[in-house]
RNA sequence: GGAGGCAUAGCUCAGCCGGUUAGAGCGCUUGCUUCACACGCAAGAGGUCAGGGAUUCGAGUUCCUUUGCCUCCACCA
């Protein structure tokens, strides 16, 4: 017999286990013909900074499902990783370099990575420290970056299939620009939110005329590079202007008036300063009208040779002098307060400047084809449903991805410019020569790929691709994805894309999205307001179990929810139950197998069906995804069926002395707790194995067990309704002795009148010990000295305890009155329902049946209330 | 301008395909050193399931609508 401690240390046992688990090589995925693969590979956390709670959640997804399907038989394949984060990691390590004095310009290119290497082995060992501390049984012999040797391949030979069939090209477009990280960003990369500013009216002079047009902008500094003012063809208004010259302010180039469709002649004034350079709309614009594009900012967003006199000048310092001047020549007509959209770099927060740059560029409207058919018929499934519509309509609205950042830190561009002939080398391997002309003269372009290139690659490109792998054989395509909504654009979307174009697969079957996890307040959580939760802090108070579960339950799939640090507390507590439930059975175990009794009690028949039913609703809620309210469900059983009852029920054969009884009761013990064990498992690993480890058992661990199955020889349906009769009595008495504050200590006799006799013969130990019994009568007929009795009902018997500090027969009548008016509302809501026609032909059999049953409970505690009614009556008079 | 979500106990939230008396955690009230557990046990209070309408034998659950929050997408100067 193990002695366990009194209370649950999850400090003691969780680093102990898992070495265990690790020693045991359970994590690895293995090749097994024989098996199904379940493949699933982590959302790679950034190698910014530690986890938060945000990562725990979505961690201990994945880890429930592959432990799960672990159990089940699958040869599971949880692949961990890192991502190298881009902007986000160099934005990291020059923030350290700026505290030290330096930038990254001092350092060099070379000297700067060096940097962010070792930066990413830091912290990326701290991510994956965090990770198994909370439990994840990844396959660590596998771990992957998306910066090592085989992902960086992935990424050349991407790069070049796209190339060479046309999908990636370079081109001079609008792009946003992030003149603090001084890069071009994807339009996915730029957050929108309202900013107050002004809309600024300007007089634009007609040449050789004394008439004005006036416009109006919200960023007046790039007037500099207007090269045409638009209006609509068919506003009346300007029609007579339409191919006149106008004179640019401050500048005085001359510009000319051109018509498009592109304006709309209801807002404003009707006419648009038309800047191909940064503006996306007037970029289109400029081409219909081959205007010319002059760039007056440079990489820092300050105004360039091309802006004259505010040459050297900030954007915002620039727009100041403009304003000013145009004010004072008298030619800004109007300044009005205006609140509108302005994008900002979802890494620094900066407002972004739309800018033309020449850049590389992914031809998303083949790619995004099959991505959405993919989805559309079904191969592809969003769990919950509602995501594959916001994925559906993104794809279908999809502009073409600006791939390249101005940045050291990621996979640099695989293209050779020859300085001879000026001809673009794209190329898997370093180029020795010009392809075109052979020259040795090449230049590798400085760019890096945007950080989500090659994170678009993962569930392949961490299986072995491109290279014909077992691996890649075997487990792709993997099977779910689990992650939060807000990377569905940036992430989800383009690894499917990228599979199917890559691999002639989809790269996953399922997508299961989770939302946000939030403070206490439903916050975001976030550096700045100092909100966010260490989950290693809760892992230090609470337990990684407790962590997990509070994590899992209570959540519905792809909503956000709130962290409250209290719950922990309550799983805390809910993992020391089991601790303690698993102690009592471990103090009364005598025996060393754990298997069945041949006969077994009705208690026994009870649990065992209870514990059945559970195994068959908890694996349907799994296969759906409803992980939360598979946790709920044996959350309860454990506690209150388990503990709140089946123990107490064992107690007094455990406590008896005889023998066969005593064993098939801890055999029963043992084994609804093993396999309760198992279920839990997947939620709570540690504190399951450690207990299982405790108890009789064959397997090397529990993670490694057969995941229970549903058995309908374990379905007692008549016990568990026999046992519900006790159960309701004993509540019964319970209520009654609460009501008037009577302490267990103080025993009463029992007189049970009730025709199922039988039932409560058996129930008869129960009632002594849970009902606080001396003695118990089992009778067909009611007592004689009814004045001295106090009386409680139930559907099937009328419960007499002749106890004086009961008796209250006024309060007694109040009492049933009460309960029979609810018992009478109800029975003839019943009945209603069963002499309604249209319920007994329509609804079905099951519920019909339901209602019968009812009525016939509610008539039987009817008539043991009226009976009970009409003696207290008699007492009283 | 589009699209989506949320509204259920004092608080935070579950509630799957419509079908017992709408649940949990925390909080609250009362009692209990009941030989696993006070991180506990027992008993209890507390709900017009946001308002209105429709479908149905039956609606917290489906549909429409109103109100109030929230999010995402979108090039209106």
Known sequence: MK???????????????????????????????????????????????????????DNTLQDILIRYKRMQGYAALWIPGTDHAGIATQIKVEEKLRNEGKTRHDLGREKFLEEVWAWKEKYGGQIINQLKKLGSSCDWDRERFTMDE???????????????????????????????????????????????????????KV?????????????????????????????????????????????????????????????????????????????????????????????????????????????????????????????????????HNVGVCYRCGKNVEPVVSAQWFVRMKPLAEKAIAVVKEGDIVFVPERFSKIYINWMENIHD????????????????YCDDCGHINVSRDTPEKCEKCGSIALTQ?????????????????????????????????????????????????????????????????????????????????????????????????????????????GISPGNDMRFIISRCESFRNFANKLWNAARFVLMNLEIDRNELPEKLETEDKWILSRLNSLVGEVTENLDKFELGIAAEKIYDF???????????????????????????AQKVLCYVLTETLKLLHPFMPFITEEIWQSLPHEGEALMVEQWPVYMQELSFPEEEADMESIMKAIKAVRALRAEKN????????????????????????????????????????????????????????????????????????????????????????????????????KAPEHVVNGEREKAARLEALIENLTESRSQLEKIKS
């Open 150 to 204: 085989g992902c960086s391949k992935a990424v050349r030979e991407v790069f070049v299939r796209l190339y060479e069939k046309g999908l990636i090209y370079k081109g001079s477009r609008i792009v946003n620009w992030c003149p603090d990280c001084v890069t071009a960003l994807s339009d996915i990369e730029v957050e929108h939110e309202e900013q107050r500013s002004h809309l600024w009216h300007i007089k634009y």
């Open 207 to 339: 040449k050789d005329s004394q008439e004005y047009i006036t416009v109006a902008t919200t960023r007046p500094e790039t007037m500099l590079g207007d090269t045409a003012v638009a209006v609509n063809p068919s506003d009346e208004r300007y029609r007579h202007l339409v191919g006149k010259t106008l004179i640019l302010p401050l500048v005085g180039r001359e510009i000319p008036l051109i018509a498009d469709e592109y304006v709309d002649p209801s807002f404003g004034t009707g006419c648009v300063k038309i800047t191909p350079a940064h503006d996306p709309n007037d970029f289109e614009v400029g081409l219909r009208h081959k205007l010319p594009v002059i760039r007056v900012m440079d990489d820092n967003a300050v105004i360039n040779e091309k802006g004259g006199k505010y040459q050297g000048m900030g954007r915002y310092e620039a727009r100041k002098a403009i304003v000013n001047d145009l004010r004072e020549l008298g030619q800004l007509d109007k300044e009005e307060g205006y609140a």
């Open 445 to 553: 372009d400085e760019d890096v790929l945007d950080t989500w290139f090659s994170s678009a690659l993962w569930p392949f490109s961490t299986l072995g691709w491109p290279d014909k792998t077992p691996d890649m054989d075997y487990f792709y395509p993997t099977s779910v994805l689990v992650t939060a909504y807000d990377i569905i654009f940036f992430w989800v979307a383009r690894m499917i894309f990228s599979g199917l174009e890559h691999t002639n697969q989809k790269p996953f079957s399922t997508v299961f999205i989770h939302g946000l996890v939030r403070d206490e307040q439903g916050r975001k959580m976030s550096k700045s307001l100092g909100n966010g939760v260490d989950p290693l802090d809760m892992v230090e108070k609470y337990g990684a179990d407790a962590l997990r579960l509070n994590l899992v339950s």
């Open 742 to 841: 009577v302490p267990p200590s103080k025993k009463s006799r029992l007189i049970i009148v009730t025709d199922k006799d039988s039932i409560f013969k058996h129930g008869e130990a129960f009632m002594m010990k849970l009902a606080f019994a001396s003695e118990i009568d089992i009778t067909e007929t009611a007592p004689e000295n009814l004045e001295e009795m106090a009386v409680t009902v139930t559907d099937d018997a009328r419960i007499f305890i002749p106890m004086a500090q009961l008796v209250d027969i006024e309060k007694e009548l109040l009492r049933i009155d009460k309960e029979l008016k609810k018992s009478r509302e109800d029975l003839s809501k019943v009945n209603a329902k069963l002499q309604n026609p249209g319920f007994v032909e």
């Open 401 to 416: 991805w600006c791939i390249s950042r101005q940045l050291w830190w990621g996979h640099q561009i695989p293209a050779w």
């Open 638 to 664: 454990i506690w209150d069926s388990y503990c709140d009852w089946y123990i107490e029920l064992t107690k007094t054969r455990l406590q008896g002395n005889e023998d066969d009884k005593k064993i098939s």
């Open 3 to 57: 002695q366990l401690p009194k209370t649950y240390d999850p400090e003691a046992v969780e680093e102990k286990i898992y070495d265990m688990w690790l020693k045991g090589g359970y994590f690895r995925g293995v090749i097994d013909p024989q098996k199904e693969p379940f493949t699933i590979v982590i959302p790679p956390p950034n190698v910014t900074a530690q986890l938060h709670i945000g990562h725990a959640c």
